[in-house]
């Protein structure tokens, strides 16, 4: 065989051993976005079939925690397993105390985080199957701010958001510096903790960060979907938490605000060194992917 043969026949198999499907699996993916290393940790669940179209989760960790952190306080890989979800968990850039660009909370650039997420989504889209009406964010804290904040800005592409301890906005120069509104709608979960001393759960409670708060976040997304603002409340998981629902959109968005009478900033059901989190009698996780799996895009 001459040298041309050799090195066509050399290009050939690497063309198939790439078109081969990723095995499930914990990976390390890296890639470069606006001239910076990032770097995520990708989750393939058991029984993932390349001929089937599978639903994708973006999971976004709070300020100054990291990647492996949200991963093992939520049993992360377990959880996509179980659930039969790819599940992409994002590092925060470092310099910015690992936190994220939500749009009033600025930690990492104006785009670059923006540009972040939906490269990761297209290389999971260019390496799997995946399901173009299930693509997800969720977060916690800053995190649940950057998804929100996704969800203005990629709501064309994304279904369905979720926050836990989050906000949309910020008190500024008299008024409110908020997410930017929604260009597409998309369904949003929000879950809060009444005794939240970090991000406050409603303004003038005490907690460290005076935003926008829990009710005022859900009537916000409400009001850009044209949903009826109901003030009242139904009590919810025995008495642990109450529930605001807003109604449906003509477009298929739902609003959802969960509210932990005794929650605090810790994520509920966590999985924490001392312990799971049970103060709030909530798992967090199994009422977003719940939320999740209801609402595929219109």
Not at 203 to 226: I, P, T, V, Y
Not at 247 to 271: M, Q, R, Y
């Amino acid at each position: 065989m001459n040298r041309s043969l050799i090195v066509l026949a050399a290009l050939m198999m690497a063309a198939c051993s790439h078109s081969e499907p990723r095995t499930p699996g914990r990976y390390i993916e890296k890639l470069t976005v606006a001239e910076k290393p990032r770097d995520f940790i990708l989750h393939v669940p058991k029984g993932y079939d390349h001929t089937k179209p599978t639903p994708v989760v973006v999971a976004l960790h709070g300020l100054t925690s990291n990647a492996a952190q949200f991963e093992a306080v939520l049993k992360l890989g377990e959880e996509s397993d179980k659930g039969g979800f790819i599940v992409a968990i994002p590092n925060g850039l470092p310099e910015s105390f690992r936190g994220w660009n939500a749009g009033f909370f600025k930690m990492a650039g104006d785009k670059a985080d923006v540009d972040f997420m939906k490269t990761i989504l297209d290389r999971l889209e260019g390496e799997f199957n995946i399901d173009k009406k299930r693509e997800y964010v969720f977060g916690h804290s800053n995190g649940a701010m950057m998804s929100y904040y996704l969800g203005s800005v990629l709501g064309d592409r994304l279904a369905a958001v979720a926050g836990i301890s989050g906000s949309v906005g910020l008190p500024a120069n008299g008024g409110l510096d908020t997410i930017p509104v929604p260009k597409s709608q998309v369904s949003v979960l929000l879950l809060h903790g009444k005794q939240d001393n970090v991000v406050v759960y409603k303004r003038g409670m005490k907690a460290m960060l005076q935003s926008m708060g829990a009710d005022e976040s859900a009537e916000w997304w409400a009001n850009h979907f044209g949903l009826p603002v109901k003030v009242e409340a139904i009590e919810y998981k025995k008495d642990a938490a109450a529930i605001r629902q807003f109604g449906k959109s003509d477009k298929g968005a739902e609003v959802t605000l969960i509210a932990s009478f005794n929650g605090t900033h810790e994520i509920f059901g966590g999985w924490y060194g001392a312990g799971r989190e049970s103060k709030s009698g909530i798992l967090a996780w199994d009422e977003i992917w719940k939320f999740f799996q209801d609402h595929p895009k219109q």
